[in-house]
């Protein structure tokens, strides 16, 4: 019989600026956090990277992140 994997659990928390984001509980490496436009859960990977963001990450994710490109451009064209 194949062994079967470890349950990963994970916790959420709420920085001091307000950003909720989850971890691993055993390794205590953020995860996931939540978009700040759609608002929904995202793993960390479906963020752009950003020097200065929460995790070196962006704020909002990738999809909303296209969305915004293509109405500007189409508003600014």
């Given amino acids: 019989m194949a062994q079967r994997l470890p ?4 916790a959420v928390e709420i920085n001091q600026a307000g950003i909720f984001y989850g971890y691993d509980q055993k390794t205590y490496e953020i995860v996931a956090k939540q978009c700040n436009r759609c608002n929904e859960w995202r793993f960390l990977n479906q963020f752009n990277n950003a020097g200065k963001g929460f995790a070196g990450k962006h704020s909002a ?3 909303c992140h296209r969305k915004r490109d293509r109405w500007g451009r189409l508003l600014w064209a």
């Fill in 61 to 63: 994710c990738k999809k």
């Fill in 7 to 10: 349950k990963r659990t994970y």
